[in-house]
């Protein structure tokens, strides 16, 4: 490659590293808007905004929050498909649409903010590989290295979002498959810090969630061994109905029901708001069930209960035809697990911290959704700013669930 050709290479890679970082940030601004817009209080959680809210503000913020963003889809498929970042980077070199893909991460901000039970990683994703695909474009960087960027900064924008700079890396190379490149680990490395270096000058770099001091024992690096299992059955039934639910989705849609999906997604809104009257961590992208789990700020019994509710939830969201991600779902359905687990061990005179259990069994249960093990424990041990002893008891979880798994998962 010449030296220009590498010039361009490295302004893509500073370009669409800060790109990713600025779409993160306004998509967090967003997000913080629409929430307090949907429930008209300004507290530290969705959890607390829906606990002080109105019953009636309860049921109608998710509803209406439903309607307006299903309305947003059906208007914005009556004028071509929507897209992922798989078909952004499928389309290098070509030019690809951007308002499209920008609108679409608005609504699955927007509808997230408004209770959703969905993941919101999702629309950095795709606002970050849209940009970086038209940035691409203008550069006129070869199929392989445009796949490149715009994959890196899918990471990128995941990273910024969430704060977890190892882990969106580790999710760029994967959607290359280039595992052993070095230009490819460099520059989604490159891209992910720089878009997180741009969120952290906007917002500062705050953790995410609240830990309490946890320290090793017997028992936790027993339960790292212990959750494979169950953290492989509850991936694969996490997954299975997720995978129903869109499929039942996307089957709605190829009927053309009339103004689909946004009486569906207004539907769905009506019973989690509804839900929340009992369940009031049940809202949103799951933060804050993995927050109850750190803190012990709610009932262990209740994790047996957000054990179900939440895959069901989020699976109810998808066949609706709501548009979103996946990660933090299934992180905290994880994370309900260790705790029920924790908490059954205590029931046999077991002393078991559910702290660590919560997060070993999150990881493990990303790792079989997302069928991505190294991903998965970093990206727990990232968000969770998790100790460092935590990290090899992830990783045995992570990689032991997904090999239980590898024969019954579908690619």
């Known amino acids: 490659m010449t030296a220009h050709g590498w010039l361009r290479i490295g302004v893509a890679v500073v370009a669409a590293g800060l790109l990713a970082g600025l779409a993160a940030s306004a998509l967090i601004w967003l997000l ?4 307090f817009a949907a429930y008209g209080v300004d507290a530290d959680s969705l959890m607390l905004d829906v606990e002080q809210a109105s019953a009636v503000r309860r049921v109608l913020a998710p509803t209406i929050g439903g309607l307006l963003a299903g309305l947003g889809w059906w208007a914005l498929a009556r004028r071509g498909d929507l897209l992922s970042v798989d078909d952004l980077q499928a389309a290098m070199p070509a030019k690809t649409p951007l308002l499209r893909p920008l609108a679409d991460g608005v609504l699955q901000t927007a509808v997230v903010g408004a209770g959703a039970s969905i993941g919101r ?5 795709l606002v970050a590989a849209a940009l970086a695909a038209r940035l691409a474009t203008r550069l006129e960087l070869d199929a392989s290295a445009a796949r490149i960027i715009v994959a890196g900064a899918a990471g990128a924008g995941l990273a910024a979002v969430y704060n977890v700079p190892l882990a969106g890396a580790i999710f760029g190379v994967a959607l290359t498959r280039q595992w052993r490149s070095s230009r490819t680990w460099a520059s989604c490395l490159a891209m992910s810090f720089m878009a997180i270096l741009v969120v952290w000058s906007i917002s500062g770099n705050e953790p995410s969630y609240l830990l309490p001091p946890a320290s090793f024992d017997l028992v936790t690096a027993g339960w ?8 492989a059955l509850t ?64 009932p262990m019994e209740l994790f047996v209960v957000l054990l179900v509710a939440k895959p069901a939830a989020t699976a109810m969201y998808l066949a609706a035809g709501a548009r979103g991600g996946l990660l933090t779902p299934a992180l905290s359905t994880g994370a ?76």
């Open 235 to 298: 991936g694969i039934g996490f997954h299975l109905l997720s995978a129903h639910a869109t499929s039942f989705a996307l089957r709605s849609r190829l009927r053309g029901a009339p103004l689909w999906p946004a009486w569906t997604i207004a539907v769905a809104g009506a019973l989690t708001g509804a839900a929340s009257m009992w369940l009031p961590v049940l809202p949103g992208n799951g933060k804050d069930i993995l927050q109850a789990a750190f803190d012990a700020s709610a």
């Open 121 to 125: 990683e999702g629309a950095p994703r």
């Open 336 to 411: 309900a697990l260790g705790v029920a687990a924790a908490w059954g061990l205590s029931l046999l005179g077991i002393v078991a911290d559910p702290v660590p259990f919560a997060i070993i069994a999150a990881g493990g249960v990303l790792a079989v959704t997302q069928r991505a093990p190294l991903f998965a424990a970093v990206m727990a041990w990232e968000l969770i700013r998790a100790p460092i002893w935590i990290l090899p008891l992830l990783l045995v979880a992570a990689f032991g669930s997904c090999a239980v798994t590898s024969g019954t998962m579908k690619e």
């Open 32 to 35: 913080d808007l629409v929430q």
């Open 224 to 231: 790292a061994v212990l959750a494979i299992p169950l953290c």
